[in-house]
């Protein structure tokens, strides 16, 4: 009698538990992309490349300054409205004019990721980091007839150190002839670590 009433306890005690476990949590769907922060009556907006516009259910510590090119972590909610995971600036650039005799610094990158994506060329890159800030840039050469775009990085004596992976974005909406909404197709230069490396690519 006394083991049965103990298997019996033992019975009453393992369902307990069992239906005392906790679900596991669910990790919300998430998206991420390259985006512009927008601000209107002191409302931070972020509009994707498609031109779509993202608003913020709820977006605490972070105002970003107008135009500032970030990547967005989000989970979508309804419609256009997101639930903001994480949002980190990125480097925001714009063209440069190459001047004659001017030189473009051509320290070497591993290109991860390069596209056109709305008014901006987008990049991931790799390259070795210490400790001190690299300096980069996009210029673009107006004595060539074609559409020429050099991408510059210079290491400013960067001690060696370790891989690390940047991301940058150039707004290039001045390719576009004023008043034209034709698509300009250009070439990028880029040297790497296997050689100067030529992009062809187009804003539409």
Known sequence: MKR????????????????????DERIDNFLVDFATVLH???????????????????LKNYSGNNGQRVILNYTPLRGDTIKVNDVADIFTGEIQTLKI???????PVKIQSLWVGGDYLNMVFETEYHSRSHLIGLF?????PTVDLYFSHFRNNDPPGYPQTFYVSFLISSLRPAGSSD???????????????????ELK
Request: aromatic share 14%.
């Open 183 to 201: 698509p300009v197709s250009f070439r990028l230069f880029v040297n790497t670590y296997t050689g100067m490396r030529e992009f062809d690519l």
């Open 140 to 144: 673009r050469d107006m004595v060539s």
């Open 101 to 107: 005799f001017q030189q473009i610094y051509d320290d």
């Open 40 to 58: 209107s009556q002191q409302i931070v907006f972020f509009q994707l490349d498609n031109q779509r516009i993202l608003i913020p259910k709820e």
């Open 4 to 23: 049965k009433l103990f298997i019996t306890t033992l019975i009453i005690v393992f369902s307990l538990a069992a239906g005392c476990e906790k679900e």
